[in-house]
Structure formats: structure tokens, C-alpha cells
């Protein structure tokens, strides 16, 4: 067996350093992230980036050499076209691999040349990319559902594997979305002691967080919506996969409209954008005589605070990172008063609502920021 190079960095670095790795085409796809069991994490870099970063090296399994390029070029000349600039600039800068299936971007194979080629491009492709099957990606539609426009370009099928923190997650890539940077959330999500108690996921999809409460939380029973078929087949494949079907109940369809209330201990609402349209669901649903916990993922921009700060402050850096973090805080107690009022109205009780931890996700762009509230509900 081939040994992979990895960084090995703290659970909380790990979304950073990923990014960053992914953005300068240095992070190896074709495995996934790993938790060791002393908490820290190995992300796995390609060997063409080993010289660049030599410190704080383990290793696990193998990985295949890139020739996406040799092959390509091999396939052109063989039909009288030139390997040129604008054809290298035409090849994926980035794709997700998902085992055997490489996910192209939208904006590679544009040139009309390619048309040339006829069927061999797709299985050309596929071997220098060490892949059994192609698919191009080319937006997450809005349809509510987040189903990602995918168009089949070599293979039978468009279901996947991925195995993440001892959890098997498989689904239809052409039909669900996999959240794959949120890593660093389920691993958090995956230390939580929720021995005992019943969690409701608002916002299922195929299980991203549901299984983790499962498997790794101790959870004594999670209920699961979500509306989007696909998804939910998907879901229970993988309920039953991980042999945790016996403790989850999948509810099928708007969670607006599920009937239960005074259950649960612990509500996820993992929607962004925003999730504001399940805070009354998720308060109805809180045990009304004990409370409990709300995860409440929002994307929060700062662009404002920033340009007031920019101005008195000569660092722009610090002051843009102390204006996401006064954003952050803003947002967190808008919600915290919100839910104490819901809350309130739906008990006729007074509640405290408690800013627990606000968790940075990811950033999507400068100064918007995927941040996750910890709310703890207790009625007065
Ligand atoms: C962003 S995905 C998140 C899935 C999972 N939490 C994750 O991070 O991978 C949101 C999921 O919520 C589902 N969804 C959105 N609004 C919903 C609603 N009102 N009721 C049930 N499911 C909903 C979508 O179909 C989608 O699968």
C-alpha cells in the first residue's frame, strides 16, 4: 500500500487548513479527512506539495499520480490540435472526488475543440483523473431542496460512498447535496454528550448530522425531517447502513408542518442561508418543562461594521476580524431574543435564553460567515 502524506492539525484548524489546501490545489480528494482518536485531525495534501510543507507530516493509505494532462495532450495531438494556453486554462481547476465519481466544475471543457474528440474525451478524462465515472456540476439550485444541477458524462449511476469519522454516507450526487465542508461541525457535533436524550434534526438531508448524533453522541433517539425524496431515501440507506434505523424517526416532508411538540431536548437546524424559518417548529418542539438546546446555523455578512471600523482602524485586518466577531455577537442576541419571545408566546411561561459558544463554520467569501449558535432554552 502507497503512504499518503497528511497534515495533522487540531480539530479546530482543520476547515482552515482545508480551504486553504483546496484553494492552491494541494489537498488530496480522492481521500477523506480522518479523526484520530487523540482528538487531532489528518488531512490528506498530494505528494506535489510535500516540499512546500514539510512540518507536522503523518501518513496513511495510497493515492494514485495525476496524468490528466499527458493524456490529454496525447489525445489532441493524435487528432492534429495543438496543446496551447487557452487548452491548459480549459482543464478543471478544482472537482470533488467521490470515490470512483470525479464531480467537475462548471468551467473546464468550454473550448469547442473539445467537441472533436468525440467519445473518447469522457474516458480519456476519466483515466487521467483516475476516475471510473464523470459527472459536471453546475449549480445548487434553488429549489429549496439544495439539489445540486448535475449533468451524467461517463457511468451508469451517480450514487456515491464516503466513509467520515467511522460513518458510511452514501446518496445520489446528481440529486443530494453532501456538505462537505462542514467537517469541522460534525466533528463537533460527534463530541457532544447527548446520552439520553432525544435530538430533533430539522434539516435531515442525508443524514450529515443525524448520524453523528447517533453513532457518536449517545443519543437516545433522533427524529429526522426533511422534504426532499432523494434525500430521505438516501437517509434511511444510510440509517440502516450504520445499523442506527431502530433509534431515529424520519418524518418526510416540511418540517413547518410536523404535528409533535414537548419532546425533544436538543433541536439541529442546519439550513443556511438561514434557518429562521424552524425557530417556531424548533421551540414548539423543546421540552416545555426542562428546555434545552438549539443549534442554529445562520450565514452572517459584517460588510458594514467593517467599513465603520476600517475607518478608525490602521489594521484592517484585526478590525475586519473584530467586526465578524461583533456581527457574529449582534446576530446571536437578536436570535436569543427572538426565541425567548416565541418561546414565551407558545408557553405563556417567561424563558432565558443563553449564548452557550457561536461556532465559526466557514467563510463563503470576506466577511460572510457560516456560524453555528449554541442556545440554551430554559423556562424561568
Ligand atoms: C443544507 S442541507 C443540509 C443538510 C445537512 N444538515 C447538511 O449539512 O448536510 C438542507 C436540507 O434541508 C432540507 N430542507 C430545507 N427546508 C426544509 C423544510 N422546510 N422541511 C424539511 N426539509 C427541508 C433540504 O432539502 C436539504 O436537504
Known sequence: ????????????????LRENLQSQDF???????????TGTVLVPILHSCLLQNDSNLAFHHRRRGDKLEDVLQELLESHGESWTKEVKDDLPRS????????????N???????????????????????AKRLARMSRISSDGFRSPQVTVLLGEHNWVKHVDNGITYEFDVSKCMFSAGNITEKLRVSGFDCRGETVFDLYAGIGYFTLPYLVHTGAAHVHASEWNPHAVEALRKNLVTNRVH??????????????????????????????????????????????????IH???????VVASHAVDDADNSVSGK???REAWQAWADAA?????????????????TNIQHIEHVKSYAPHVHHVVLDLECRPA
Open 246 to 295: 431502530d433509534r431515529c424517526t424520519v418524518h418526510q416532508g416540511d418540517n413547518r408542518q410536523v404535528q409533535l411538540c414537548d419532546i425533544a431536548d436538543r433541536v439541529n437546524l442546519g439550513l443556511i442561508p438561514s434557518s429562521e424559518d424552524g425557530w417556531p417548529v424548533a421551540c414548539r418542539l423543546l421540552k416545555k418543562t426542562t428546555g434545552g438546546l438549539l443549534h
Open 1 to 16: 500500500m502507497e503512504e499518503v502524506p497528511c497534515l495533522r492539525v487540531s480539530q479546530c484548524r482543520a476547515q482552515k
Open 336 to 352: 436569543a431574543n427572538r426565541i425567548a419571545c416565541l418561546l414565551k408566546k407558545l408557553t405563556a411561561t417567561t424563558w432565558t
Open 298 to 304: 445562520q450565514n452572517v455578512t459584517s460588510a458594514n
Open 95 to 106: 472537482f470533488q472526488r467521490h470515490g470512483d465519481l470525479v464531480l467537475l466544475g462548471q
Open 27 to 37: 489537498l488530496d480528494r480522492s481521500l477523506c479527512i480522518m479523526k484520530e482518536p
Open 322 to 324: 473584530r467586526a465578524d
Open 108 to 130: 473546464c471543457f468550454s473550448l469547442p475543440l473539445w467537441k472533436k474528440m468525440g467519445n473518447i474525451l469522457w474516458p480519456t478524462v476519466a483515466k487521467g483523473l483516475g
